[in-house]
């Protein structure tokens, strides 16, 4: 039942100046092309220069979308991420500072791998239902996505972030409750803290992703009777789209025909973002509904079906409704744009951006003016402290 209108009133997207072509890739690695485009399913890859991090991409994707009434009246800023900066403080703070929002707000990190930022957007959900004189929250899911040069998750990497305008009478998406959600301790991905890149079980992990969605799906059922002919649209956490196009037919494999087009009409429109970008962990599910916003035109007050999935893991199946003017209100971000702007880099090149590094002595290191069309960079970094512009 749901109690508020309370949803997603704007999204924000960053991703970083450069990117790989994956069949530049796939020669380099002597592996077959249509392994990468059709088995993987993926075109491109985001790669993460020096001078941008988890930090400043979760700046520049929120700077665009919001205004100085929204700076203002934000009173919580949640920040999701599995590849943060610190041990201790929170990447919230960072950016509540570079973006100039409210201190008499609420500013905190969750991490719960690619689940992170839907438990970020349920939190956020709770905390305006909760208090009547709340008016926004911020929600942000940043991440840079780093298996190794030459490895099997290779293919899968990426970096980006999504920001998330969470509000009483959203004009995007209303959330409904209630929503399904399953724990369970899971060694399927994770990453320890002495290491910069992700470990995987890589089958495993995508067993573990459709055994979660086979079970909060039929939670969900359980709890809302909702059939799949509810849907205009299903959205699936996409580390690389032929993972998600897998959730789709699992639940659709009973489904008519009929069905079963419309829905992967809108599933690929609702990846044609995530192909070109690759993996950004959290925030990935978020790109894909930007993908559909962007790229359908579903009638409004159509319902879209979300699964959110972790590794380690949880899951969640929940839902929302698109609003009136979602297809203008979710316009802010030129995507395409961003996306046509990037440079590409050669295999060499990509190895090179991977295998940099930031001293972890302490010594003073100026990062070189790198990324041409953002608004915040990592300058450098002193006595331990990253210093951003
Ligand atoms: N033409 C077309 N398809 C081809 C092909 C060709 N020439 N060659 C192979 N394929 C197909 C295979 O048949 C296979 O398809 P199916 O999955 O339908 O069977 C697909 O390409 C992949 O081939 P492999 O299984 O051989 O792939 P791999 O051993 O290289 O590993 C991977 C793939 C497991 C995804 C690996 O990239 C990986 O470990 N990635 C990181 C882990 C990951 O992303 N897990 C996802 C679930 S966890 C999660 O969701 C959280 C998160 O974000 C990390």
């Given at each position: 039942m749901t109690i508020e209108k309370i949803g997603i009133d704007k999204i924000g997207f960053y991703t970083p100046e450069f990117y790989l072509d994956l069949a530049e890739l796939a020669e380099a690695r002597a592996v077959d092309p249509n392994k990468f485009?059709?088995?993987?399913?993926?075109?491109?890859?985001?790669?993460?220069?020096?001078?941008?991090?988890?930090?400043?991409m979760a700046a520049n994707a929120a700077v665009q979308i919001l205004s100085a009434e929204d700076l203002a009246e934000i009173d919580e800023v949640i920040f999701a991420t599995e590849s943060g900066i610190d041990q201790s403080k929170a990447g919230a703070l960072y950016v509540q500072r570079l973006l100039g929002i409210n201190p008499r707000a609420r500013a905190f990190e969750v991490k719960e791998a690619c689940y992170g930022i839907t438990a970020a957007l349920?939190?956020?959900?709770?905390?305006?239902?909760?208090?009547?004189?709340?008016q926004k929250v911020l929600v942000i899911g940043s991440d840079v996505a780093r298996y190794g040069v030459a490895t099997a998750g290779e293919v899968t990497q990426?970096?980006?972030?999504?920001?998330?305008?969470?509000?009483?009478?959203?004009?995007?998406?209303?959330?409904?409750?209630?929503?399904?959600?399953?724990?369970?301790?899971?060694?399927?991905?994770?990453?320890?803290?002495?290491?910069?890149?992700?470990?995987?079980?890589?089958?495993?992990?995508t067993e573990q992703y459709l055994r979660f969605l086979d079970i909060v799906w039929h939670d969900y059922q359980t709890k809302t009777a909702a059939q799949l002919s509810?849907?205009?649209?299903?959205?699936?956490?996409?580390?690389?789209?032929?993972?998600?196009?897998?959730?789709?037919?699992?639940?659709?494999?009973?489904?008519?025909?009929?069905?079963?087009?419309?829905?992967?009409?809108?599933?690929?429109?609702?990846?044609?973002?995530?192909?070109?970008?690759?993996?950004?962990?959290?925030?990935?599910?978020?790109?894909?509904?930007?993908?559909?916003?962007?790229?359908?035109?579903?009638?409004?007050?159509?319902?879209?079906?979300?699964?959110?999935?972790?590794?380690?893991?949880?899951?969640?199946?929940?839902?929302?409704?698109?609003?009136?003017?979602y297809q203008v209100a979710s316009q802010l971000v030129d995507v395409q744009a961003m996306l046509a702007q990037r440079q590409r880099l050669a295999v060499t090149e990509y190895e090179a951006f991977f295998n940099q590094k930031l001293p972890t002595d302490g010594s003073k290191f100026s990062v070189p003016f790198i990324s041409q069309h953002a608004q915040f960079r990592l300058r450098g970094i002193n006595e331990h402290q990253r210093i951003y512009e």
């Open positions: 485009k059709i088995g993987i399913g993926q075109d491109e890859q985001a790669v993460l220069p020096l001078d941008q991090d988890v930090i400043t349920q939190t956020a959900y709770d905390h305006l239902a909760a208090h009547s004189d709340s990426g970096a980006g972030a999504v920001a998330l305008l969470v509000t009483r009478h959203p004009r995007v998406l209303v959330l409904e409750q209630p929503s399904a959600y399953f724990s369970e301790d899971v060694m399927d991905f994770w990453r320890p803290n002495y290491s910069d890149t992700a470990f995987a079980k890589g089958k495993y992990s509810d849907f205009a649209a299903l959205l699936f956490h996409i580390p690389y789209t032929k993972l998600g196009l897998k959730g789709l037919r699992q639940l659709t494999a009973n489904s008519v025909t009929a069905d079963q087009t419309a829905l992967l009409e809108q599933f690929t429109k609702a990846t044609l973002y995530n192909r070109r970008v690759g993996n950004i962990y959290t925030g990935s599910l978020y790109l894909s509904l930007l993908s559909l916003l962007q790229n359908s035109s579903l009638p409004a007050n159509s319902r879209v079906g979300l699964f959110s999935y972790g590794s380690g893991a949880v899951g969640e199946f929940f839902s929302g409704i698109l609003q009136p003017d």
